[in-house]
């Protein structure tokens, strides 16, 4: 769960909301350890924290190497962030929690078939529910559908990833200027 800051496009009832998602999906899924990164201009008040701490399954990550939490993560939960996106890169499943009425998340995850996107807790949980038990069903042998599909096209999505990525910036300097 990558938190937001509860400004701008989400507000502090979402915020509580998605704080809410994290200890019932822990509740739901004991044996799954759930990774929550605070925003960076944003932290949680001290009686957050203590709730989550409740939780053996939950662990704060916010200080922890962003790559680190990638590797860690299959699913990406959020609401309007690039880290949603960015997981891709990393071979992480966007699960969007939208509750809002007049948005959606762009790219649209869902119609690309990269992940999905939720509108309310309970919706959250059954997309939360079935990307698991699709990933459990494809056991490591093959690629579920999402991990497929963003191989598929990755190149559609981000022109470069890793080494390759300074390469081409420093090349499309170079050769512009």
Known sequence: FFLQSPHFLSDLKYYDEILKLVGDSADLYPDIDFLVREHPEYRMEKQELRKLDTYSNVRIVSNWDLKEVFNL???VVSHFSSVLMEGVVHGCIPLVYDPTTCSRYCPDVEKEGLGRIAKTEEDFQLCLKEILEEQEECSGERLCSYLRRMEEQ????????????IERMVNFIRYKS
């Open 73 to 75: 993560t299959l699913v």
């Open 154 to 165: 990755r190149q559609q999505w981000f022109a470069a990833t890793d080494g390759k990525t």
